[in-house]
C-alpha cells in the first residue's frame, strides 16, 4: 500500500550548521510532495513544495531535493537556527482527483538545534 | 494572513459521550479536510468534503464520525460515541481550489477519559 517513511526519527544540529532531514515514499504516482514544519501544540506548517516534474526546488534556507529513481525526498535547511527545532514531516499526494487530493503524511523527524 | 479557526483548543469527554470540533476554513477556500494525529504519532487522514458531500474518507472515518458544513463557513466533525482511542490532536485544514495550498488550523486536542 502506499506509505511514506522517514529514515531518522530525531536530529540533533549544532546552530549554524545546515540540516538535512530524509523521507521515502512508495508511491511512485505521487506527483506533488510536501514538507510541513510543526511545533509544539500548533498544526503542521506549509514548509516547501515540489512537483514530481522538478528535483530540486529552493526556498529561503530550504531546499527539496526528489529522486524520483529511488524514491527520495529531503529537505535542507541551511544555517540551522533555535526556531528550526520542530518535527518535519513529508506528505505526498497522489494524482489529480476530481476533488479530494488528500495528503498522506510520513512518520516525522524531531530536530533538535543545539545553541 | 487568512488562517484556519479552530474551538475549542482542547476538550476533554468522558467515553461514550458526543463531541462536535468546530473548524472555520478560510473564506474563499471549496476543499476541506480533517485529519488526527495521536500523540507521538503522524498526521492521518481522516476526511475530505468538497461541493458539500464527502470526496474522500479514511478507515478510520466509520459511522461513530460525521461531518457538517451547517451554514457556509463552520465545517464540524462529530463523534458520537467517544472511545478512549478517539483520544488525539485534530487538524482541520481547507484548501482554494486548483491550487496545493494546504493550511492547517491548530488543532483541538480531544482527551477521551
Known amino acids: 500500500g502506499e506509505s511514506v517513511g522517514l529514515h531518522l526519527p530525531t536530529l540533533s544540529v549544532q546552530e549554524g550548521d545546515n540540516s538535512i532531514i530524509n523521507c521515502a515514499y512508495s508511491?511512485?504516482?505521487?506527483?506533488?510532495f510536501i514538507w510541513y514544519k510543526q511545533e509544539s501544540g500548533k498544526g503542521p506548517q506549509f514548509i516547501i513544495d515540489?512537483?514530481?516534474?522538478?528535483d530540486k526546488r529552493q526556498g529561503q534556507r530550504v531546499t527539496v531535493l526528489l529522486n524520483k529513481t529511488v524514491k527520495h525526498l529531503s529537505l535542507q535547511i541551511a544555517a540551522t537556527q533555535p526556531g528550526d527545532s520542530a518535527v518535519y514531516f513529508c506528505?505526498?499526494?497522489?494524482?489529480?482527483?476530481?476533488?479530494?487530493?488528500?495528503?498522506?503524511f510520513g512518520g516525522g523527524t524531531r530536530v533538535l538545534v543545539k545553541p | 494572513e487568512p488562517e484556519v479557526t479552530q474551538t475549542p483548543s482542547h476538550q476533554v469527554t468522558q467515553m461514550g459521550q458526543e463531541v462536535i470540533l468546530r473548524c472555520v476554513p478560510i473564506?474563499?477556500?471549496?476543499?476541506f479536510y480533517w485529519y488526527r494525529q495521536i500523540l507521538g504519532q503522524k498526521v492521518e487522514f481522516l476526511v475530505s468534503?468538497?461541493?458539500?458531500?464527502?470526496?474522500?474518507k479514511s478507515e478510520i472515518f466509520d459511522d461513530q464520525f460525521s461531518v457538517e458544513r451547517p451554514d457556509g463557513s463552520n465545517f464540524t466533525l462529530k463523534i458520537r460515541s467517544t472511545k478512549l482511542e478517539d483520544s488525539a490532536m485534530y487538524f482541520c485544514?481547507?484548501?482554494?481550489?486548483?491550487?496545493?495550498?494546504?493550511?492547517f488550523g491548530s488543532g483541538t486536542r480531544l482527551t477521551v477519559v
Open positions: 508511491n511512485s504516482a505521487s506527483d506533488y
Open positions: 468534503f468538497y461541493n458539500n458531500e464527502i470526496s474522500e
Open positions: 515540489i512537483r514530481s516534474n522538478m
Open positions: 506528505a505526498e499526494i497522489p494524482p489529480i482527483k476530481a476533488a479530494g487530493n488528500k495528503l498522506t
Open positions: 485544514a481547507s484548501k482554494g481550489g486548483a491550487n496545493y495550498g494546504y493550511t
Open positions: 473564506s474563499n477556500h471549496l476543499y
